[in-house]
């Protein structure tokens, strides 16, 4: 039986028994070895790179691999099979999903202000009322031989008259702790409360004096990335928030291939088991840990992911959401179990799912929606969440159009040859001066980190600088010659943002025509979507009085550069605002309101759902946004080519 | 360390290492072998009978156990500490308890055709009405891309056409499963339905073909036996039915002992366990083999039981319902899951608990109330359920009154020298010869088994025997010489059932002094509590118009026996009617129609409970209720006498 030393940093190394034969790619994933794979592992997108130091394999040459790296030992980690004992490197970068990725998370102070900002609007136009869990003190005479209430109907009845809610049910939880911490507290004691339609459930009992916060959970389950906040209940504190990698990434980066994955043998447990068990449970045990909490102190969680994410998250055969005629399990679940769902947390804690409208219209965008509160204006708003896949909203408190485009994850740094999640080593920011064609790098990292990739906002920063300069067409092809401009034997012109003495390992950091076409599909998928939005409405860009965008895609968007290559309309910087990720700041809301989880649901029910595919004129639309900024020049009066 | 080896039956030896002067009782509860111990294991109640075949014990005399039988090696394990290795022979009686005990169950015809006249009642009433479960085939379009319903908007939608209920809500149980039963089943399937208050609940999702039986459960537990019936919900039918002894039986024979012995360490935990995970789980798991069915397709369960039992077997804390002022945790309970109650079934699945409406009178009166329908005549009835303890509802359609009286355990055999439980060995019929002073003995068991001892029904025939023949006096003092009266030492007289070479295990099987005291007390209290509870209406015994009696003990009831001897009031015969286990058949009736669950709970608000120990006279009563048949020999007009 061969045996596979995977070598993860000089300290550790793990070893596992395996078959002759097996591909590495599934042996890492069943031994709990990360090595991301945007692809699902089908040889498509090259990041699984992994060095074989000895050992015997079986392994294409691929065009991710150079000729000298595979010489070097670089393999794909999907396309490679085990013939005998090997020991394999497995880079830093190819397991670096799981920390430190830079995220539109609430440590973030741009995204904390953004976050601030959001819930006091939504205080401000009403909508945070009805706290789903609250509190009452019972000061109770104890039960004498005249005076023989039981103690349920004690507490049912002094809380009925406490709160002025005639249906009032006690907790099996609560009942079993009832006869002691009544007696214990002479009968004075603090209740914690739970609405649930006309009636009130008493989900717990302790002493009056307790101290024990009461906490809620909102939880934004991203493709890429999951968010969490933990919540004091009673004043609406953040107590502690964190973000990890969604443990699902390993089998896909985007919706469809985890869909694919989870269709494969007990790929729906897989799946699940990756989201929550990986992902959420540890999350929300450091959660607890930074808060000092005990688990069983959170009464109540919101959950905000997309379509695909809620079906995965409940384990749910998904198939149906990605093909014709796509039709999701649900779009609105009514309050599951939290411990039906998370296991181990509070028996009687309830679960609330913001709802989907459309198979790539999901939960987040609700949320978002939610937060952004378009639909709470007079004037035309646009919301843009430029996650794994772009969603757009379009509307005021009229009416609400909304569309899913299948932006792909450019934006996240996937379908880009050196493109990167947001996280040690990416390029966030860059300068290209116009004359030198010399870049100005800001990388992600400790003082000094070398670059190892683009991410999102690095890499819009950079076609917008190279467009402006001239040093590619608006067709995104290369126009100019110098040091960093360099061309392949095919003629495929790239730039280079770093060559590989200047690069964190020793490969070229650049951009080329590829890339540069998957780029600007990306965004003419997105600018289109919006044109074919307004136009169905009969209106023009300029009708538009603000644009909100949403989304972790590292250092923030520069909006002039976005404008630049046309992924917003042309509009005056002061309508756009960065809101940072609206899908938490919605959970955040419904966690704490009934109003708000009311006002979620009446938002979904009013969305139209616009599926793109199916609308004549889409494609033309499409096409013509893909160039620098647009074919219609028209459109882009301020778009600054030098 | 020393070793115990318990031996059980000739095959079967169990060894466990112990600490020296470790409680033999402990180590057996520890190592889960069954030794009765109706006093919860105090030394009072002698049943613990074990025999040390060799080895060191430290165990006191007792009165329990006769000089010779000391000799021959005869302990109770409750007062045996283990200095060395000891064998232990552990006689079948000592756990005859968990098997074959002779109690109400629905397979003896008489308690059958009982339950089936109680249904037939309830029916004739109006009171079934209202199906706690259900299902409906829905036959839906399946989704195009014109009409992109989402499956569980298309299922709630058909859920409501078909019912007509508006509140439709689809549970996680049942969208799990949704997405693939609808593509497998071409969207024509079979949806399992919850009431609940004014909505519906999906709570499974199959084919329309499923042969799949929908199943509940109906839950007796009793002090000493759960009895337990598995029903199909939607044609009320009762596919097997089980019982088997409450495995809390060896922390106690009552609910008091249960109560002491929940208060110790872990008490609560290990009371809960015994009657769950050690009765009713392989209970369940038999009842589902018999029926061939999955736990799964249990969907609801009702449970009656006392409040002691409904208090231990939720695990609560339940000192308070024996200490004054004697409060219980709650007398009603919302609905539960029942999966929360007992583990591995369906986690959709409720959970009804017969309400409580005191500390010594419980759900499974509620139940039997329900059952024997007093409350639907316009006739003065009387309900007695004789159990562990005896509870008394008194009333008509106008009003209801209810008492327990604590007539103890004599009427399952306890309390007495040679009583036991009515199971293999025990005397349930006996008829003596008033000449001669021959007795005729019917035996539960084999052909040919012979008497270990007395349960219920032949106490009561021999006392009435006894009584008639003059062999005792109406002070229960022996009167009469012969050969099956015997004096002790002391003078004590006895009478000799089976002499040591009759019996089956070479101990005489009598009936003394002592143990006719304890008898004459218990069912003095019961006849006391009867006539207390009349005279508070200014009522006389004759003003009853029907006498139902419930309960299991034994051979059922010999109601001229019973009359003669003043358990009962001297009404004419055909007044008096068994019901078998009214409690069962009450849980039946509320397991499968909301309207008997509905009706349950109003009787149990309505009925107004009497505690005895308050009500003065009540002593006065029941010291002249200690005499056969009564000292107010008006009364018994009829008592023949000979």
Known sequence: MPKVSFRLSEKETID??????????????????????????????????????????????????????????????????????????????????????????????????????????????????????????????????????????????????????????????????????????????????????????????????????????AIDIGTTTVTAALVDMETGDLLAKASAGNGQIRYGADVINRIIESGRENGRERLRKAVVEETIVPLVGTLCRKARIYQKQIYRACIAGNTTMSHLLLGLYADPVRMEPFIPSFFYSHEFRLCDVLPGMHPEAGLILTPNVGSYVGGDITAGLLACTLWNRDELGLFIDLGTNGEIVLGSSEYLFTCACSAGPAFEGGDISCGMRATNGAIEEVRIDAETMEPTLSVIGPKGQKPIGLCGSGIIDTVADLFRSGIISAKGKFAREGKRVRYDEHGMGRYVLAFEEESADGREVSINEVDLDNFIRAKGAIFSAILLMLRQLGLEPADIGHVQIAGGIGGGIDFPNAITIGIF????????????????????????SRQAEAKVRELAGSMTYVELSNEPGYMDEFVSACFLPHTDSRLFPNSEVK
Chains 1, 2 share one sequence.
Not at 102 to 126: C, H, M, S, Y
Not at 580 to 586: A, D, F, I, R, Y
Request: charge should be negative.
């Open 569 to 592: 309309p042309d509009l005056p910087l002061e309508k756009f605002s960065y809101i940072g990720n609206s899908s938490l700041s919605g959970a955040y809301a419904i966690l704490l």
């Open 16 to 217: 596992v028994n395996v078959e002759s034969g097996e591909r590495l790619m599934d042996i890492a994933r069943s031994s709990g070895i990360y090595i991301d794979a945007p692809c699902s592992g089908n040889g498509t997108c090259g990041k699984c790179r992994v060095q074989i130091l000895s050992g015997e394999t079986d392994s294409p040459v691929t065009r991710h691999i150079t000729e000298e790296d595979y010489a070097a030992g670089w393999r794909l980690a999907c396309e490679t099979r085990v013939m005998g004992d090997v020991t394999v490197l497995v880079p830093e970068t190819a397991s670096a999903f799981r920390t430190g990725i830079r995220t539109a998370d609430l440590n973030d102070p741009t995204v904390r202000a953004a976050f601030d900002d959001v819930q006091a609007d939504l205080k401000a136009i009403g909508v945070m009322g009805d706290p789903a869990i609250f509190t009452c003190e019972l000061h109770m005479d104890p039960p004498t031989l005249d005076d023989t209430l039981c103690d349920s109907d004690r507490v049912e009845r002094a809380v009925r008259a406490e709160t002025g809610i005639a249906d009032v049910k006690l907790t099996l939880y609560a009942l079993r702790k009832l006869a002691e911490v009544l007696r214990e507290n002479d009968f004075r004691v603090r209740c914690v409360l739970a609405r649930d339609e006309d009636c009130v459930h008493i989900v717990d009992v302790g002493p009056v004096k307790s101290k024990k916060k009461i906490c809620g959970l």
